[in-house]
C-alpha cells in the first residue's frame, strides 16, 4: 500500500523536537531521579519495550509551536544544502514494535517526509491512542526534547540533519554519515534479548551495496530508499554530555511494542556534572556469545566498522543494538551516571582505553528484561555521525574537480585546496596567489565584530602553477614604466574605470582621476570598454607582471644577478656523521641546475664556498686558478671578507676548481677536533660577501650545534622542560639575544636571504637560530640525529629544491585596498620597517604572507572590496620586476551571506598562524583559551542570527564552517600549543616558524593528516586510495595504512596482515622481519611494491619538503608517535577527542546564547 495515504502525526525524520508538551519531563544528563539507585551506567534515553509514549496532536510540531500539516522549517535558513549544518542530536533511540511494511512501498517523488508503517497499525511510529505513559520505578529519565522519528535505515544511509527540501539539497547533506555493511544474519542465542541490526538491500542506483562509506544522494526522480525492512532495526541512542548531533539513524518498528519517542534535542540541562567515576573503556571485555566484533568491511572509503551480524529472529524484536561503534542503552536496572568526568588538564571527554580490535564495532550490550549479561560499555556520541573531513574533501572534488575555476565573476568562493582544479584567469587572481577567509564581507565594522570572522587574505605571490595553466605574462611600458593612479599609487589593473573616451581612467581603490599618458591611449568600444582591453594582461587578468624601471630599483641603478653562498660547518660532529662529505659530493652536480631565466642557456648565478668551525675559511675559486686557494678568518669578532676577485664566480669558467675544492674539503677536515662553533660571524661573512659584490643572494648554511664558541651572537643553553605551561614559557619562543634581529635587519637591507640546514643532536636553540632566516624570508630544515643511511635521501631532495626553486631577491610587497578597508596585520617570514611594506631579503615560491583587514570606513553592496597585491622584486636573472595580483569580493548586510561564503581551510591557517603569534607574548593557555573563545563566537553569532529558531539543546554550524570544530582542536592539539613529553623545545620552535609561512594546501594537511588504506589501492589505477578518517578506530590489524602531513610519512602495518602483503611489500616472509629503520620501501618487481612506492611518490611531489619515511609495526615502540597525528583520537598530551570537543564547543556557544 502506498506510504503517503496515511494520517500523518509524528513531525518529518531529521526535524529536532524540543519537548513534548502535556506533561512533567524529568531531568536528562546524569541527573538522578529523587530515589533511583545509582550505578557506573549512563542515562537510560527511551522506555521499556512495551509501554506506549504520549502522542502530540496530529500535524503538530513541536518545534514550531503552531499547528502546520507540511513539514517544518528547516533549521538552515541560508544554504542550498539544508541539513548538513545542522548537528542535532545523536541518534534515535531504540524502538520496537510495529510490523514492517511492504517492500514495494512507493513514495512520489520530492515528497519531504515519508514513513514505513502500515496503515491502520502505526502512523508514523507512534500509536494512535496516546494511552498515559506507565514506567517501572526504575527506568531512567528520557531526554526532554523528544519525539519520534522513524525512518528506514539502509547500511549506507543515513539522513543528517533536518528533511531536505530537494534532491540538490539533500546531496549537499552531511555524509561520511555511514554504517558499514552488515555481513550475513547469524540467530542470537536464546535468552540473549539483543538482536542484531538487519540489513536493508540498497536501492538501485542510490546505495552501493558494499557500505560504501559514501552517502549517495538520491535524485528526485527516484524518490526516498525503498523502506523494506526485513525485521526491524532499532537504534541506540548514546547519551553525550550536551551534544546533540542531528544525525538520526532512525528506527523502524517491530510487532508487539509501542516505540518510544526518539529524542532530537537535547533540552538545557543536559550539560552532565563534570564529576563521576572514570567511564570504562569502550572495548569492555569479550564480545558476547552470538555477537561477532566485525573488523571493517574492505570496500570502504570510509571505513566505518560494521554492525554486529543481523539477526533472524521470529517474533518480536526485544531492543536496541549497537550499531557502528554505537552503544546501546544499559539494561533499565541500572539508574544514569553523572556524564563524562572532567580530565585533570580541563579537557573534555571521556579516556578512550584501548582497543584491541582496530576498527571492529563495539561488543553488544546485554538484554532488557529477564537476565542481565555483563555491564555494556559506556555509551559515545557516534563519530560517524560527526562532520567528517573526509567527506567534505570528497564531495568537493566530485563536485568542483571536473570543471575549471573561471575567475570572472567578483566573490567567488574557489575549490577547496584539496581539490584538483583548473583556473582560468579573466580578471582576478588565481585562488593559487590568493585565498580568503571570506569572500562576502560584512558592510560595517560592527557586523564584522558581532561575526567575530577574521577578514583575511593568504597570498603567496611566486606560486608554482600547474603546467595547464599559463604564468603571468610579462607587460613592458618602456621607459616610462606602469601606468598608476596617481593619488593612491595603485597599478593599473581590470577594475580601473576608463572615461571622457579612454582620456583618463578613475581609480578603484581611491577614486582619483588621472590623466591616460599618451603613448597609452586607446578608444573606448560602446560599452565603455577599451578596445585593446583583450591584448593587454592588465585590462583583462587578475595576475600579470611589469618589468620595473630604475626608478625601481636601489641607489637609481639596475641590479647584478644575485648569487649563492654555501657555508658549511666543518666541526667534529659534522665531519664525523659524513655530512661534510656528503654535502660536496652533492654540491659537484647541483650546481649546474641553478635557477635561471626561461630562455637563457645557463643560470646567472655566482657561487662562492666558505667552511667554517670556530674559524672561518674562504676559497678563492677562480677560474684561472690550477687549484683553489683558502683563507682563513680567525678574527671573527670583527668579520670582513679577505678576498673580492674569485670569491663568487661563474660555475662554468669555475668548473675544475670547484670541483676540486668539493674534493678537497673533507679530505682536509676529516681529523679535526674542533667541536665548537660559531654563527652569527658565518651570516656576518655572507652578508659582507654580498655588498662588496653588490648584490642580493642566499646563504645557505649547513650547521651543527649550539653556537658556544666566544663570537659575536653567542649562546647559552637555556633548555628548560619546567617552563612549560608557566607564565616564562613564552621565553623558549623567543630568541635569547636581541644580536639575531639587527643583524636580520642589515642582510634584508642588503637583499641577504639565510636558508638553514640544521643537523642538532641535541638543544641548538631554533628560536635564536632561527631569527635571521625567518626575517629574511629564508627556509629552515631540521634534521634532528642526522644519519646518513636514513636522513640522506630526505636531506638531499630538500637540498635540491631549495636550491633550484623560483625565488625573488630584494622583495618589497604592498597590499593596497580599496576604499573601506585596509591591511593591518601581517603574518610570515620577512621584516617591516614600517607598516605598510612587507620586506624580504628573498621570496620563493613556496612562501605565504597572510594579511588581515580591518574596516576604517562602511563599504557598500554594489561596489564590493577589491585587494591589490604588489610584489616589487628582482628575479634570478638580475631583472627588476612587478608582480600584481587582483582580486574582488562581495561585500554584505546580511550575516548569512558572509557565513555562507567563507572557507574554513584558509580561517584555519589565518588562526594557526594568529595563535603561533601569540605564544611569543602569552601564555600558551591564555592563547588556546582565546582560539576557543573566538571560533565559539563565530558559531554562537550564526546561531543566534542565521539559523532558524531551534532548541538550545542543538549544535547548528553553517554548512561550510562545519569543520571548523574538528580543524580547530587539531590547531589545538599541535606540538606547539600543547606539546606531549617527548616533543623539545627546538621542535617547537621550528614547527612554529614553519607554519608562520605555510599556505593553506600545506596547513590543511599539517593539521588534519591524510590516511590512507594502502591495502584498499587499486593496483591498476593512478590514483590514490581514498582516505579514512584520522581516528585508531578506523585501523584494522589486517591492513596497512599510510599517514602523511607534509613532514612525515607513516607506513602503519598491522600485526594480522596477511603473510603475501608484507613479502610484497617489504621483501620479508614475516611481521616480525620487518625493519622499523627502512628509510624508503625496497624496490620489488610486483604490482603491490610498485602501486605503494608511486603512491609514496605522488605525495612527496605535491609537498614543499621531502617526507621523512618512518614504517610503524602495531605494538611497537614507534606506535605511540603514529597515534600522535590520529588527530580525531584523544592525544597522550591532554587534548580532547574530536567528539569530545565537539561537545565542549557547544557548551561555549550556550554559555554565549544564553
Not at 523536537?17 to 541527573?31: I, N, R, S
Request: aromatic share 8%; charged share 15%; with cysteine.
Amino acid at each position: 500500500m502506498s506510504v503517503n495515504q496515511q494520517a500523518h502525526t509524528g513531525p518529518p525524520y531529521g526535524q529536532a523536537q524540543p519537548g513534548y508538551q502535556g506533561y512533567q519531563q524529568p531531568g536528562y544528563g546524569g541527573q538522578p531521579l529523587p530515589g533511583i539507585p545509582h550505578s557506573q551506567y549512563g542515562a537510560y534515553n527511551g522506555p521499556m519495550p512495551g509501554y506506549q509514549q504520549p502522542v502530540p496532536p496530529q500535524g503538530y510540531f513541536p518545534s514550531l509551536g503552531f499547528p502546520s500539516k507540511g513539514s517544518p522549517v528547516s533549521l538552515n535558513s541560508d544554504t542550498s544544502s539544508l541539513a548538513p549544518n545542522f548537528i542535532g542530536l545523536l541518534r534515535a533511540p531504540p524502538t520496537s514494535g510495529a510490523p514492517p511494511p511492504a517492500s514495494g512501498a512507493s513514495l512520489p517523488s520530492g515528497h519531504p517526509v515519508y514513513s514505513q508503517f502500515g496503515q491502520g497499525d502505526v502512523q508514523n511510529g507512534i500509536p494512535a491512542s496516546a494511552a498515559q505513559m506507565h514506567r517501572p520505578p526504575a527506568s531512567q529519565p528520557f531526554l526532554p526534547g523528544s519525539a519520534p522519528t522513524p525512518v528506514s535505515q539502509t547500511s549506507t544511509f543515513q539522513q543528517y540533519g533536518p528533511p531536505p527540501g530537494s534532491a540538490q539539497q539533500l546531496s549537499n547533506q552531511m555524509a561520511g554519515m555511514t554504517i558499514g555493511s552488515t555481513s550475513t544474519p547469524a540467530p542470537p542465542p536464546a535468552g540473549l534479548g539483543y538482536g542484531p541490526p538487519t540489513s536493508v538491500p540498497p536501492v538501485s542506483g542510490s546505495f552501493s551495496a558494499t557500505g560504501s562509506g559514501l552517502y549517495t544522494p538520491y535524485t528526485s526522480g527516484q524518490g526516498p530508499p525503498p523502506t523494506s525492512v526485513s525485521q526491524g532495526l532499532p537504534l541506540a541512542q548514546p547519551p553525550f554530555s550536551g551534544q546533540p548531533i542531528s544525525t538520526q539513524r532512525l528506527p523502524t518498528q517491530v510487532p508487539g511494542f509501542a516505540p518510544p519517542p526518539s529524542s532530537t534535542g537535547i533540552g538545557p540541562s543536559s550539560y552532565p556534572p563534570t564529576t563521576g567515576a572514570p567511564r570504562p573503556s569502550p572495548m569492555q571485555g569479550p564480545p558476547l556469545p552470538g555477537q561477532t566484533v566485525a573488523g571493517p568491511p574492505t570496500s570502504q572509503p570510509n571505513h566505518v566498522s560494521s554492525p554486529p551480524p543481523p539477526s533472524t529472529m521470529s517474533g518480536p524484536h526485544p531492543g536496541p543494538s549497537p550499531m557502528a561503534g554505537l552503544h546501546g542503552p544499559p539494561p533499565p536496572t541500572h539508574p544514569p551516571q553523572p556524564g563524562y568526568q572532567m580530565q585533570q588538564n580541563g579537557s573534555f571527554g571521556q579516556a578512550r582505553g584501548p582497543q584491541p580490535n582496530y576498527g571492529g564495532a563495539y561488543p553488544g550490550t546485554p538484554n532488557y528484561g529477564s537476565q542481565p549479561g555483563p555491564p555494556p560499555p559506556p555509551k559515545r556520541l557516534d563519530p560517524d555521525s560527526i562532520p567528517s573531513p573526509i567527506q567534505v574533501i570528497e564531495d568537493d572534488r566530485s563536485n568542483r574537480g571536473s570543471e575549471p575555476f573561471v575567475t570572472g565573476v567578483r566573490g567567488q568562493v574557489p575549490p577547496l585546496v584539496t581539490t584538483n582544479f583548473l583556473v582560468k584567469d579573466q580578471g582576478n587572481a588565481s585562488p593559487r596567489y590568493i585565498r580568503c577567509t571570506s569572500y562576502n564581507i560584512p558592510c560595517t565594522s560592527d557586523m564584522a565584530k558581532q561575526s567575530q570572522v577574521p577578514l583575511a587574505a593568504v597570498i603567496k605571490p611566486l606560486a608554482t602553477l600547474p603546467p595547464e595553466e599559463t604564468l603571468p605574462y610579462l607587460v613592458d611600458h618602456g621607459e616610462s614604466g606602469p601606468v598608476r593612479c596617481n593619488r593612491c599609487k595603485a597599478y593599473m589593473c581590470p577594475f580601473m574605470q576608463f572615461i571622457e573616451g579612454g582620456r583618463r581612467f578613475q581609480c578603484c581603490f581611491c577614486s582619483c582621476v588621472t590623466e591616460v599618458p599618451p603613448h597609452y591611449f586607446q578608444h573606448l568600444d560602446h560599452t565603455g570598454k577599451r578596445v585593446d582591453f583583450y591584448d593587454r594582461p592588465e585590462l583583462s587578468l587578475g595576475s600579470y607582471e611589469f618589468l620595473a624601471t630604475v626608478d625601481y630599483c636601489k641607489n637609481n641603478k639596475f641590479p647584478s644577478p644575485p648569487a649563492f653562498i654555501f657555508m658549511i660547518d666543518v666541526s667534529y660532529n659534522a665531519v664525523k656523521s659524513g655530512l661534510v662529505r656528503l654535502i660536496c659530493e652533492e654540491l659537484k652536480s647541483l650546481l649546474d641546475y641553478l635557477p635561471r631565466e626561461g630562455n637563457m642557456e645557463e643560470s646567472a648565478i655566482r657561487v662562492g664556498f666558505v667552511t667554517y668551525n670556530k674559524v672561518l675559511h674562504f676559497y678563492n675559486v677562480k677560474s684561472s686558478l690550477a687549484q683553489p686557494q683558502m683563507m682563513v678568518v680567525s678574527d671573527v669578532a670583527d668579520m670582513f671578507v679577505p678576498l673580492l676577485d674569485g670569491f663568487l664566480v661563474n660555475v662554468n669558467e669555475s668548473r675544475t676548481v670547484i670541483a676540486s675544492l668539493l674534493d678537497q674539503i673533507p679530505e682536509m677536515f676529516a681529523d679535526t677536533r674542533e667541536t665548537e662553533t660559531v654563527f652569527a660571524p658565518v651570516i656576518q661573512a655572507g652578508l659582507e660577501a654580498l655588498k662588496a659584490a653588490e648584490c642580493a643572494g642566499k646563504l645557505f648554511i649547513f650547521h651543527t650545534s649550539l653556537p658556544i664558541a666566544e663570537a659575536p651572537g653567542k649562546l647559552k643553553n637555556r633548555d628548560d622542560k619546567k617552563l612549560i605551561n608557566t607564565d616564562k614559557e613564552k621565553t623558549l619562543f623567543q630568541p635569547q639575544t636581541s644580536f639575531y634581529n639587527n643583524l636580520a635587519k642589515d642582510c634584508v637591507a642588503q637583499g641577504c636571504c639565510v636558508d638553514l640546514f640544521i643537523f642538532p643532536n641535541q638543544y641548538l636553540d631554533v628560536a635564536t637560530l632561527g631569527v635571521v632566516t625567518y626575517q629574511t624570508g629564508g627556509s629552515i630544515y631540521k634534521y634532528a640525529y642526522f644519519q646518513l643511511e636514513t636522513d640522506q635521501d630526505r636531506f638531499l631532495n630538500d637540498l635540491r629544491r631549495d636550491v633550484q626553486k623560483e625565488v625573488g631577491f630584494d622583495a618589497v610587497m604592498r597590499v593596497r585596498t580599496s576604499t573601506g578597508i585596509r591591511a593591518t596585520d601581517f603574518f610570515g617570514a620577512f621584516y617591516m620597517s614600517n607598516t605598510t611594506d612587507v620586506e624580504m631579503a628573498g621570496l620563493d615560491c613556496d612562501k605565504t604572507i597572510t594579511v588581515e583587514f580591518k574596516h576604517d570606513d562602511k563599504l557598500s553592496e554594489d561596489s564590493g572590496a577589491l585587494l591589490q597585491c604588489a610584489l616589487l622584486y628582482t628575479s634570478c636573472a638580475g631583472q627588476r620586476r612587478l608582480r600584481i595580483h587582483n582580486l574582488s569580493l562581495n561585500c554584505c548586510t546580511q550575516l548569512a551571506d558572509l557565513y555562507r561564503n567563507c572557507e574554513t581551510d584558509t580561517l584555519i591557517n589565518y588562526l594557526a598562524k594568529y595563535a603561533y603569534r601569540g605564544v611569543l607574548n602569552s601564555p600558551v593557555k591564555t592563547v588556546r583559551d582565546a582560539l576557543i573563545n573566538q571560533c565559539a563566537q563565530i558559531l554562537a553569532c550564526y546561531r543566534k542570527n542565521c539559523a532558524s529558531p531551534s532548541s538550545a539543546g542543538q549544535l547548528i554550524l553553517p554548512e561550510c564552517m562545519k569543520l571548523l570544530p574538528v580543524y580547530l582542536n587539531c590547531v589545538l592539539k599541535s606540538d606547539v600549543l600543547q606539546p606531549g613529553p617527548e616533543v623539545t623545545t627546538d621542535d617547537r620552535a621550528y614547527i612554529r616558524q614553519l607554519v608562520t609561512s605555510m599556505d593553506v594546501a600545506e596547513t590543511n594537511v599539517f593539521f588534519y593528516p591524510r590516511l590512507l588504506p594502502l591495502t584498499k589501492a587499486d593496483v591498476d589505477s593512478d590514483s590514490l586510495p581514498a582516505a579514512i578518517r584520522n581516528s585508531e578506530e578506523r585501523l584494522s590489524k589486517g591492513d596497512i595504512y599510510l599517514l602523511e602531513n607534509g613532514l612525515n610519512i607513516f607506513v602503519w602495518v598491522g600485526v594480522n596482515v596477511q603473510q603475501g602483503l608484507i613479502q610484497n611489500l617489504f621483501g620479508v616472509s614475516s611481521f616480525s622481519q620487518i625493519s622499523n629503520t627502512l628509510s624508503t620501501l625496497p624496490v620489488l618487481e610486483n604490482p603491490f611494491s610498485k602501486k605503494v612506492r608511486s603512491v609514496v611518490d605522488m605525495l612527496q611531489v605535491q609537498r614543499s619538503r621531502y617526507m621523512k619515511l618512518i614504517i610503524v609495526k602495531q605494538e611497537d615502540k614507534l606506535e605511540m608517535l603514529f597515534k600522535h597525528f590520529l588527530v580525531e583520537d584523544k592525544s597522550l598530551s591532554g587534548g580532547a577527542s574530536y567528539v569530545d570537543f565537539l561537545c565542549h564547543m557547544h557548551k561555549e556557544i550556550r554559555q554565549l546564547l544564553s
